[in-house]
């Protein structure tokens, strides 16, 4: 049987292939960084914007080329089943309306353990355009539709109403994580012991996440715990723990907790991320000498955005080239894409705000 990605192809009338060929590839690739960037800490959101831009005029290229598009975008998803392919793939599907092709491109995703794109592509779309699939997905007995279900209405904050209270409870465990978050950020009181019998359960991402969503319905006192292990802990959800941790206060608690994590080096940058989630700017002068700690140079940086938003537009203030902090800092970060911040730089920058405005 010929593979999708060995037939060939001849584009329609008007339709350039090479250029079909070239949408496709920089739609993957584009959204793929946005996504990776939507991950760092904090989020630039003006960069994440403009590549959102670029993506959206490479999809009215895949728009106009319709099926044309499908030998190009399956070529690629087999030769590279990564996020950015899968979500061309769904993107494609849904916006054809093509339910096999989006079959085709869910159990792929299955197979490859990867299904942030199509979560991407989702997301991408209107609610409108996708309510009737996540309504089914919602009530499927198939946990990977279930989670693409959640993970939408999570994309579009949408109340799936009774049914997230099965949701909530669900036997996949990514599947009840994601819900859980659902239901606090929909600020769903009404699943309030959901979310408490959730804490007893055996999944660390069950357990995080309803910590949080009780965070979000003002009910902590069953949380606190439970979130700043979490956020001690590290891993991929560690700095939503974390700013739960902080939000769920009391403030004098939270600094005490802090302070115990910094007598250790392994937990040192997370209550320097910490101490920046207090809105507290008066400890800038403090953070600037953890700008000069590689150890927890990266966390000082974070804290810093956090602290003074604004301060990203200054973009003196800081440097890809850990040399530039030190030999120290270039041999920890030699092998990792890091943005410090220049101690220096923004020391400097401080006593700029510390001036009177000249009338």
């Not at 950015?84 to 309306?97: K, L, P, T």
């Not at 907790?257 to 989630?277: E, H, Q």
């Not at 092998?335 to 730089?345: G, N, Q, T």
């Amino acid at each position: 049987m010929t593979s999708l990605a060995t037939r060939t192809f001849t584009p329609p009338h008007r339709i350039s292939a090479e250029v079909v060929r070239q949408h496709v590839e920089q739609t993957a690739f584009l959204w793929a960084q946005r996504d990776t960037l939507s991950l760092e800490d904090p989020v630039d959101q003006g960069v994440i914007a403009e590549i959102g831009q670029r993506v959206e005029i490479n999809l009215d290229g895949l728009r106009i080329a319709g099926a044309a598009a499908w030998p190009f975008a399956d070529r690629l998803l087999e030769d590279f089943p990564e996020k950015g392919e899968f979500f061309v793939s769904g993107w494609m599907a849904i916006e054809q309306a093509d339910a096999k092709r989006l079959e085709t491109s869910i159990e792929a995703a299955r197979q490859a353990e990867e299904r942030q794109g199509l979560v991407g592509a989702l997301a991408w779309h209107k609610p409108q355009k996708i309510g009737k699939l996540v309504r089914d997905w919602l009530g499927a007995h198939d946990a990977l539709l279930r989670y693409l279900g959640v993970a939408a209405c999570v994309a579009h904050d949408v109340d799936p109403k009774q049914l997230l209270g099965r949701l909530v409870r669900d036997p996949d465990a990514d599947t009840r994580a994601l819900s859980l978050r659902l239901a606090g950020r929909l600020k769903r009181t009404d699943l309030a012991q959901e979310m408490k019998a959730a804490m007893q359960a055996q999944d660390d991402a069950v357990r995080l996440w309803a910590g949080w969503a009780l965070v979000e319905i003002s009910s902590a006192d069953l949380a606190r715990a439970e979130l700043r292990k979490a956020a001690a802990a590290g891993g991929l959800d560690a700095l939503a723990a974390l700013r739960a941790a902080v939000k769920a206060g009391p403030e004098k608690e939270v600094r005490a907790w802090l302070g115990g994590l910094m007598k250790s080096s392994d937990t040192a940058p997370v209550a320097v991320r910490g101490i920046g989630m207090l809105g507290d700017r008066s400890v800038l002068p403090w953070l600037i000498e953890r700008m000069r700690e590689p150890n927890v140079a990266v966390a000082a940086r974070g804290a810093f955005l956090d602290l003074y938003p604004e301060a990203r537009e200054e973009t003196k203030l800081f440097t890809s080239d850990p040399s530039e902090l030190g030999p120290v800092a270039a041999k920890r970060f030699e092998d990792r894409v890091v943005r410090l911040a220049l101690p220096d730089k923004v020391d400097a920058w401080r006593e700029g705000l510390d001036q009177p405005a000249r009338g």
